[in-house]
């Protein structure tokens, strides 16, 4: 009997834990409602919403972390903007239009 609820308790923990990793690392409600993987920008990168095809990424700009506007269809970053912009930028592509033009959206 001992043993039966010893293994419904780590059973229990491990789809805790694994249930919490699988959030924490691969934040699939993301994935859902944009395509988009946050954490392909960084670890601490999250979904912050989305405008036609283009998506916010957030990697932590409320403390000078790079917040990203993505091309959903490609991936590719369109737009430079939170903490990036705080380094110099030698091509003087980006961070000049935060949110990018495109940004459109009430």
């Not at 990203?68 to 239009?97: F, S």
Request: aromatic share 14%; net charge positive.
């Amino acid at each position: 009997m001992k043993r039966k609820s010893l293994l419904i308790v780590l059973g229990v923990a491990g789809l805790f834990l694994s249930l919490y990793l699988f959030f924490q690392y691969f934040s699939p409600i993301s994935l859902v409602t944009s395509g988009i993987n946050p954490k392909k920008y960084g670890r601490e990168c999250e979904y912050a919403g989305q405008c036609g095809n283009i998506v916010a990424i957030n990697c932590r700009a409320e403390v000078d972390g790079p917040f990203y506007y993505v091309d959903k269809n490609i991936g590719n970053i369109i737009e430079y903007c939170g903490g990036h912009c705080m380094r110099n930028d030698p091509t003087g592509k980006y961070c000049q239009n935060c949110p990018p033009v495109d940004w459109n959206c009430k």
